[in-house]
T-cell receptor, first 113, second 115 residues
């Protein structure tokens, strides 16, 4: 079955450590996105990539980094510079032609203590 | 400024009752409009979308939404709610004139269904 996978589902880290969240898709989608979700705030865009080896900052990119070396993969690194990293992180993808309709992965809940 | 608003943070309905979730946007033209549903601890699933044409849109799971240009609204409806509909619902829009066609989400409406 085609879809988006995110791993792990739950992730725990100590403050000051960088952590990388995985996102893989086998939908042959060109565009991929990372969102952060906090209670009562909806989803906020962190980074997006419309093509391999290219990505753009979203609304809340500070303290995060990404790479897009393969079409299928768009890992997100939460760095120690992110002041409040505990959140639910969602990855999404879309085709180039119908780029407005995004398909979401199951999410990773990151807890930093 | 372009924005999307879901005025109701939490709605409670009885099973079998009808449901309407509100969504309003602020934009000079017609955006692309979406409704997503999220079960606890899960990703988002697309319920329906509106790009153009017929203003009444049918979606999955028995949901429909009506675009009303005069009211800048895209409200989600279901005639008879099932217990399995309990979830969080997000309205989202794309403002086509922007240089980056990003989804902008409302803050969500949490639906509770009483037996």
């Amino acid at each position: 079955d085609g879809g988006i996978t995110q791993s792990p589902k739950y992730l725990f880290r100590k403050e000051g450590q960088n952590v990388t969240l995985s996102c893989e898709q086998n939908l042959n989608h060109d565009a991929m996105y990372w969102y952060r979700q906090d209670p009562g705030q909806g989803l906020r865009l962190i980074y997006y990539s419309q093509i391999v080896n290219d990505f753009q900052k979203g609304d809340i990119a500070e303290g995060y980094s990404v790479s897009r070396e393969k079409k299928e993969s768009f890992p997100l690194t939460v760095t120690s510079a992110q002041k409040n990293p505990t959140a639910f992180y969602l990855c999404a993808s879309s085709t180039a032609l119908t780029g407005d309709e995004q398909y979401f992965g199951p999410g990773t809940r990151l807890t930093v203590t | 400024a372009q924005s999307v608003t879901q005025p109701d943070i939490h709605i409670t309905v009885s099973e079998g009752a009808s449901l309407e979730l509100r969504c309003n946007y602020s934009y000079g033209a017609t955006p692309y409009l979406f409704w997503y549903v999220q079960s606890p601890g899960q990703g988002l699933q697309l319920l329906l979308k509106y790009f153009s044409g017929d203003t009444l849109v049918q979606g999955i799971k028995g949901f429909e939404a009506e675009f009303k240009r005069s009211q800048s609204s895209f409200n989600l409806r279901k005639p008879s709610v099932h217990w399995s509909d309990a979830a969080e619902y997000f309205c989202a829009v794309v403002f086509p004139s922007g240089s980056a066609r990003q989804l902008t989400f409302g803050s969500g409406t949490q639906l509770t269904v009483l037996p």
